[in-house]
Each structure stands twice: as structure tokens, then as C-alpha cells.
RNA sequence: UGCCUGGUGGUGUAAUGGCAGCACAGGCGACUUUGACUCGCCUAGUCAUGGUUCGAAUCCAUGCCGGGCAGCCA
């Protein structure tokens, strides 16, 4: 099994890159980020990122800041900010705990001095002590402001006037160079007095920003003027009413990698094209450290699902799901809802490798692949019989009771075993019997025989009906000698199939999910909920033994035959366990 | 008809001038008290053309095809 804690370390141009800089001491302590925004969940597609970004630190024993990117209080919540926490230290558990960086509780910069110069610098904290909080984006606002003065005050950045329409005309298109706007030129004394009077709240919305000067004929539109600061007259989630100018991505992201000492930033392909633009406004500050240095990498696009965040949440506003944590979601917090361990999360993202070649798309059976093969390691077995049919043994005692001994798990090292209780009734799979079978048909039908599981061969001698013609139930007759350690035991049937005692079974509600889409490719659709999978979720009553009653969230099972399964964290009543099948068996029959 | 970026089996990747390898998917078979797992075998690829070189997936040129960029989103 891949163990859990170390995913074998991959090799990719990224680590390369590290792996120069290391040789070359360019950096005494190699430290990463994950910057993500606080609107909206963490899905698949943010897996890769995290391993990425936590994988170098733990293979440079550097560390790896959690960082949110709040920059823009219309979109953000505080209440993403802890669902994704959580599912950083869920995906990391067991694997890089220890360079999970957060900052201590409300630390801003602290001012220090390099070379004579002044700097301004982020105090690390291990996440896991008591005084410490993710670091956001949103602490630097103040650092960040005074940057902005300082970039006014070198002529590199100017107050504009023109509104965003008329903005965005003066940018010009991708084959047009830009035109200079009319604000461009003021002096150095009236962008101070604007700024100023920006913050302090004296300007509507839109009516004014700060900009950088750069180059309006540039070909690439982000070297066009870009926007540094805008106003927008509403609340933060973690700065509250302070501030009515917030700064956009490009300008507050690469200052802070720096303020946080990361050595590399990395980032997906669609940043190339903003790569000058971080340069840009690190070069023209001349600040005293070595600067951060931003690597772009493709974006993960697994088959059959979707992984926009705009997109995931109209699935849960239109309630196609139940939630952001639905099972059948992406998402981190779904797919751990399924079952899905964090360590098949790591394998698969890691093993389909980082490149900078774009719109490829995964097969999702890659993942499944991996998935059960990490369940097959570690799940213990079980006997839950889905769709129940009942089955009486004719030539046992009602009240008798055979003792099976069932093993619960073949592929560990030392297999340990339980007890299972064959009675005189018991549930079968429905699928399991065919009263008229297609051709290689391998369990029970007429005049068949085949054997239980763990117990013993059984002939099936009747099928009862009801007035409707319903099976209500099957005659058999149990070959007690075939049993383990019976003279008969060797007996070969073709098939084997699973089973629960009718009088030992619990009941337990189980939800069968399926792939939420039907095409390989729904974001491709012009409308992706038309090609929603009504079968995606089906609910049924179950049977299954009794050792399941005290199965708790976390814990994955084989139900022999049929799949891997899960309890369900939220739903799970004491007496009526409900259980999520994470995934089913690899079946080449039904095929 | 701008700038940036990229093309390796069906899919995702490795090979950094020297035997095109791995995984998934697919097919065949063995094993099996899970039609699972495992094991064996098979199928299938360097976008095209030219150039440099003893030797090119790799370097160069041209062409073709794809992705990204015109939010006061990130």
C-alpha cells in the first residue's frame, strides 16, 4: 500500500526549478503557499495545488503558508474560511502537518531592518499552536496601503477618474493598443491627496482607482494601466467597516508572497500572462529581500464532473445537491463525505503529474482506480446484502445457529477474522438469482447450486410466490459437509455469493451514488444541468450483519461484492445507520 | 488576424542529443469461498515537412492544430 504518509515523490519541472535553487543557496528555508479565496469550497482541482504546494515543502523540509486571498469582500465569507481549513488538514493528515504554516492570532507585518533598509516581514507559527490563525490577505491591507503611497510617490502609480466603462475602452482589445488616460499625468502631490482622500472614504464607488503607470501600448493588456486599488463602500469579513478601498489580485498577491517570505509562488497557466505584471510591482518597489518568484501549472480537469467554483455553487443553489458537501460533489468535504481517504486524494493528484501543457482532461477512472485500491488495502470486510431476498435453509432448526468464522481482511498481513451466524433465514441479493439466467449466469438459479459465503453450498429445491406471481422467497437446503473444515469442504461450485442472517441482520438505510453527469465532459455542455444523472443518487433499505451496528464516520468497508462503503457523518441516527458507497467493485462480468 | 503558451498510444504522463518507458482504460488467459484482488500475455504513441547531427520526442526553421489574455473577480 502507498502509505499515507509519503506519496513517492514525484519529479516534475517545477521540482527541478526547487531543486536548482536549493543547489545554488539562492534561499535558506524553501517556503510555499496555498492562497485560496474564501468563496467557496475546496475541490479536486485545488488537491493538486495543495499536494504541489505542501509536496516541495515536505521534500525541502521547508514550509507551506495557508493563506487566504481576501481582496474582494463582495464574493468572501468567514464561513469558508474555516470549511476550507478544514479540509487543508484533513487533505494533509498523516502527510505534512508539520509544514503547515499559519501566523500568530492577529499579527500584522512586523517591521525589521535589512541591510540598513526598512522591511517589513510576517511572523511564522506552527499551525498547530494554540495562538495561531491562517494568515490572509487581508492583514497586509495597511502594509499594502503604504506600499501603494510609496509606489506614488516613485511616479508609478497614478489616481484615474475615468469609470470602469470608459476604462476599459482606454485599454483598448488584444490587437489594439491602449490610449493613455486623461489622469495619467498628474503630479505626484495630487495622487497623494486623491489616495488619501480614496481611503478616507470621500469618493463613490467606481468614480475613482489607483493605478499602476506602466504602458498603454503594451501587448500584453495587463501591462496596460492595470488597477491597483478600487473602492467599494462594504464590509470585510475579517477586516469589518475599516477599509472602503480594497486592492486587487495582481498588486496584493505578489506582495504577499513577499511579506510572507515564499520563495515560490505557484499558480495555474492561466497567470502567465500576469507573471510581468507580479514582477512589475515587486522590481518597482526595490525591496530589500530576495523577491518571490511565480511558476505556473496546469489545471486538473478529472472526466464526468465539473470543477469551476461558479458552477459547483449553482449545483448546491439550484439543489441538484444537498450541499457543498453533498457526496457527489468534488469537492474536498463531499468526497470525504463518500469515504474517499485522503490518501487516494494524494496519490491520484500527484501521480497525474504537474506539466504546463493545458486542456487535457483526466480520466476519472484513474481516480477510481486508485481509490479502490487504497480501499482494498485497508478496508475491512463485510456481508450487507442491498436489495434483500429471503432464503430459507429447509434442512435447518428455526432457532439453530451455525457459526462461520469470516475473515476481515484478506490483504493484510496478518488477516484476523470474526464470527458470522448462518441461520435457517436468510437475505440474499436479489441479483444473486435468476429464475431464467442469461448465458454464464454463475449464482443461484433452478436446479442450482451455489455457496454462501464464508459458510457452506446450498441447492436451491424451491421458489415461492405469491398470488401476484412476486418471488417472496427461496427454498434451499444447506450442505452443512461443505463448510470449512468439513469433509466436503472442496467442494467447487461456480459461484459464491454473500449473505446476513434474516433473525442477526440490522436494517441500515444506504445511498448508492453514482457519477453526477453523464458525459464525459458536462462543462463542455451549453447547459450542464441538462446532462445531470438521474441515477446519481438511489436510496435503499439494507440488510446487513450485525458488527456494522457500531461502524462510525471515517471508517470505510467492503460489503463483499458490492463495494466500499462508509457511514454517513450527518445523517447516521443511533438504531438507523445510514451508510454512502464511497465506490463500487471493479465488476468485469457486468460488463 | 496582437501577445503569451503548448502538442508523446484512447486518456494522463516519463525520457533534458543515445534502447520511446509507466499508469489508467480496452482485449485474452490463469487463479479465486468476493465475477474483487493478484499474476501472465496482448493492443496502441513522438502533429506535419524540412534542416543540424554518427544519432532528434528532445536543437533550428516553416506550417498545422490547441489553450490562455481585453473584470474596478481571483
Redesign the pocket.
Known amino acids: 500500500m502507498s502509505d499515507a504518509a509519503t506519496p513517492s515523490v514525484?519529479?516534475?519541472?517545477i521540482r527541478?526549478i526547487v531543486a536548482q535553487d536549493v543547489a545554488a543557496g539562492k534561499y535558506s528555508t524553501i517556503v510555499t503557499r496555498f492562497?485560496?479565496?474564501p468563496?467557496g469550497y475546496l475541490h479536486l482541482g485545488h488537491a493538486r495545488a495543495i499536494c504541489l504546494n505542501f509536496g516541495i515543502a515536505v521534500e525541502n523540509r521547508g514550509r507551506c503558508n495557508l493563506r487566504f486571498?481576501?481582496?474582494?469582500p463582495?464574493?468572501?465569507d468567514a464561513h469558508y474560511v474555516e470549511a476550507i481549513t478544514r479540509d487543508i488538514r484533513w487533505l494533509i493528515s498523516g502527510w505534512a502537518e508539520a509544514q503547515l504554516t499559519f501566523k500568530p492570532k492577529g499579527a500584522a507585518p512586523a517591521e525589521q531592518s535589512v541591510n540598513g533598509r526598512p522591511d517589513r516581514l510576517m511572523v511564522p507559527r506552527p499551525a498547530d499552536a494554540a495562538d495561531a490563525e491562517p494568515y490572509a490577505?487581508s492583514d497586509y491591507f495597511d502594509v499594502l496601503y503604504d506600499y501603494a503611497v510609496e509606489l506614488i510617490k516613485r511616479g508609478k502609480a497614478y489616481v484615474?477618474?475615468?469609470?470602469?466603462?470608459?476604462?476599459?475602452q482606454y485599454?483598448?482589445?488584444?490587437?489594439t493598443v491602449g490610449r493613455d488616460s486623461p489622469w495619467r499625468s498628474r503630479s505626484v502631490e495630487e495622487n497623494l491627496d486623491l489616495f488619501t482622500r480614496m481611503r478616507a472614504g470621500e469618493f463613490a464607488?467606481?468614480?475613482?482607482?489607483l493605478r499602476a503607470k506602466i504602458d498603454m501600448t503594451?501587448?500584453?493588456?495587463?501591462l496596460?494601466d492595470?488597477?491597483l486599488y478600487?473602492?467599494?463602500h462594504i464590509a470585510h469579513h475579517h477586516t469589518g467597516g475599516k477599509w472602503c478601498i480594497?486592492?486587487?489580485?495582481?498588486y496584493?498577491?505578489c506582495l504577499s508572497d513577499y511579506l510572507e517570505g515564499v520563495t515560490h509562488s505557484f499558480c495555474?497557466?492561466?497567470?502567465?500572462?500576469?507573471?510581468p505584471l507580479y514582477d512589475w510591482v515587486l522590481t518597482s518597489l526595490d525591496l530589500p529581500r530576495p523577491r518571490p518568484h511565480q511558476y505556473e501549472f496546469?489545471k486538473?480537469i478529472p472526466?464526468y464532473t465539473i470543477m469551476s467554483k461558479?458552477n459547483l455553487l449553482r449545483l448546491v443553489q439550484e439543489k441538484v445537491v444537498s450541499g457543498w458537501d453533498d457526496p457527489r460533489m468534488p469537492t474536498l468535504a463531499g468526497l470525504r463525505r463518500r469515504g474517499i481517504t485522503a490518501a487516494a486524494l494524494r496519490r491520484f493528484v500527484i501521480?497525474?503529474?504537474?506539466?504546463?501543457?493545458?486542456?487535457?482532461?483526466?480520466?476519472i477512472?484513474?481516480f477510481?482506480?486508485?481509490v479502490?485500491?487504497e480501499l482494498?488495502?485497508a478496508a475491512p470486510?463485510r456481508l450487507g446484502v442491498l436489495h434483500p431476498l429471503k432464503l430459507v435453509l429447509t434442512n435447518l432448526a428455526p432457532g439453530e445457529v451455525i457459526a462461520?468464522e469470516a475473515?476481515n481482511?484478506?490483504?493484510s498481513e496478518a488477516p484476523t477474522t470474526r464470527t458470522v451466524n448462518l441461520t435457517r433465514e436468510v437475505y440474499i441479493e436479489q441479483d444473486?438469482f435468476a429464475e431464467v439466467?442469461p448465458p454464464?449466469?454463475?449464482?443461484l438459479k433452478p436446479g442450482g447450486e451455489v455457496?454462501?459465503?464464508?459458510?457452506?453450498i446450498i441447492a436451491l429445491d424451491e421458489i415461492v410466490k405469491d398470488a401476484s406471481g412476486q418471488i417472496t422467497e427461496l427454498r434451499c437446503t444447506a450442505q452443512l459437509d461443505?463448510?470449512?473444515?468439513?469433509p466436503n469442504?472442496?467442494k467447487?461450485?461456480?459461484?459464491?455469493?454473500?449473505w446476513v442472517s434474516a433473525a442477526e441482520a440490522i436494517e441500515a438505510e444506504v445511498r448508492l451514488y453514482d457519477r453526477l453527469f453523464t458525459v464525459p465532459e458536462p462543462g463542455a455542455e451549453d447547459d450542464f444541468l441538462k446532462v445531470i444523472n438521474p441515477d446519481s443518487l438511489t436510496v435503499v433499505s439494507a440488510k446487513l450483519e450485525p458488527a456494522l451496528a457500531t461502524a462510525k464516520p471515517g471508517e470505510c468497508f467492503?460489503?463483499?461484492?458490492?463495494g466500499y462503503f462508509t457511514p454517513d457523518a450527518g445523517d447516521s441516527q443511533p438504531g438507523m445507520p445510514v451508510f454512502n458507497r464511497t465506490i463500487t467493485?471493479?465488476?468485469?462480468?457486468?460488463?
Not at 160 to 168: M, V
Request: net charge neutral.
Open positions: 514525484p519529479s516534475d519541472f527541478d492562497p485560496p479565496e468563496n486571498d481576501d481582496t474582494n463582495a464574493k468572501e490577505a484615474c477618474d475615468l469609470s470602469p466603462e470608459e476604462t476599459e485599454r483598448g482589445t488584444p490587437t464607488d467606481g468614480t475613482r482607482s503594451s501587448p500584453n493588456i495587463w496596460r492595470p488597477l478600487r473602492i467599494r480594497y486592492p486587487l489580485y495582481d496584493a498577491h495555474s497557466l492561466e497567470f502567465v500572462v500576469h507573471r496546469a486538473l472526466t461558479r501521480g497525474t503529474g504537474i506539466t504546463t501543457h493545458d486542456a487535457g482532461i483526466t480520466d477512472a484513474v477510481e482506480h486508485v479502490r485500491d482494498n488495502q470486510r462461520c475473515v481482511n484478506p490483504q444473486d439466467p454464464k449466469f454463475h449464482r455457496r454462501l459465503k464464508y459458510a457452506c461443505t463448510r470449512a473444515g468439513e469442504s472442496g467447487k461450485v461456480k459461484g459464491t455469493i454473500h467492503q460489503f463483499e461484492r458490492m467493485l471493479r465488476d468485469t462480468w457486468a460488463k
